[in-house]
């Protein structure tokens, strides 16, 4: 299955991208996503454990993924 994976502020800046295709194994979760861009030059500021959503709702590591799920991976926001 091939996933669009959108990357934001600091992870984009990090990966020198805002967006790249994954191709996964057919029963893929999101935490092989995680490990995917965990591994990729650039990735240092990426947490261990961080904010991702699927097809725009929040998902936890276990959430399994389908042909075409667009990820998102949501950097810590600060503000005042």
Do not use: H, Q, W
Request: net charge negative; with cysteine; glycine share 8%.
């Amino acid at each position: 299955m091939t996933v669009t994976v959108k990357l934001f502020a600091s992870y984009a800046e990090s990966l020198g991208k805002s967006e790249l295709s994954l191709d996964l194994g057919a029963s893929a979760t999101v935490a092989d996503v995680v490990k995917a861009i965990a591994a990729m030059p650039g990735a240092s500021r990426l947490p261990p454990a961080p904010l991702v959503a699927v097809n725009c709702s929040y998902a936890v590591t276990t959430t399994n993924l389908s042909d075409g799920d667009e990820i998102a991976f949501i950097p810590p926001v600060a503000g005042g």
